[in-house]
C-alpha cells in the first residue's frame, strides 16, 4: 500500500526537511507532486493536503524552537551565525512595523522563511495566529505550485530548470538591492558627517 505512494512520501519528506531549513527548494518538491497528479500516480484530494500538512508541520517546528528558546535562540549553535542578535531584533521591528503581512510574506521568502518562522517564535508571537497565516499562504502558494506542476507535466523538467533559474536570478537581485543599500547608507553618513559637538581625529 505504502509502495504505491513512494513518490508522494519522498516529496512529503522533502518538503518536511526543507521546511526545518535544510536548503531543498520547497517549490521543485511542490512541482513534483504537481508532475505525479499529471502522470496519474496520485491524486488530487491526497496529495494537496498531505503536502500543505508537511509544510505547515516543518514551519510549526521551526516556531516552536524558537519559542523553546526565546531570545537566547542567537545562541544556540546551530543558528547564532545566522540568526544574530541584531537579526533578531531587525525581524522584530518589522513585525512591530508590518504585522501580519511579515508572516505572509515570509512564506513567500525562501532564502529567509526558516530565520522569520525561528524568530515569531522567539518573541511569543500567538501560535494559532502564526498557524492561520503561514496556513493561508501555504494554501496559496502550495496550491498553485502543484497546479501547475500539474498543467505542465509534460514539460516538468524544463519547468524545473526554469524555476531554478528564476531563483538564482531573485537571489542575485536581493543582493544587489542589499549591496545598494549599503553603500547608499554609507555615503550619506559620510556626507552628513560627525554628529554635532564630535570633532574627527
Known sequence: MLA???PLIAVIAALLVAGLGV???E?????TAGYLLWNGDERLWLALPACLLAIVVGDSALFWLGWHFGPRITQH???RHRLTPARLARVEAHFRKHGNKTLIAARFAAGARALFFVAAGAMRV???RFLL???LAALVSGTAWILIGRHFGAQIDWLRHFVHHIEHIALALLIAS???WLLAR???RRLAGPPDGVEEA
Open 4 to 6: 504505491a505512494h513512494a
Open 23 to 25: 536548503p531543498i527548494p
Open 27 to 31: 517549490d521543485l518538491s511542490l512541482l
Open 77 to 79: 549553535r546551530l543558528l
Open 126 to 128: 500567538s501560535y494559532w
Open 133 to 135: 497565516l503561514d496556513g
Open 178 to 180: 542589499l549591496a545598494a
Open 186 to 188: 554609507f555615503f550619506r
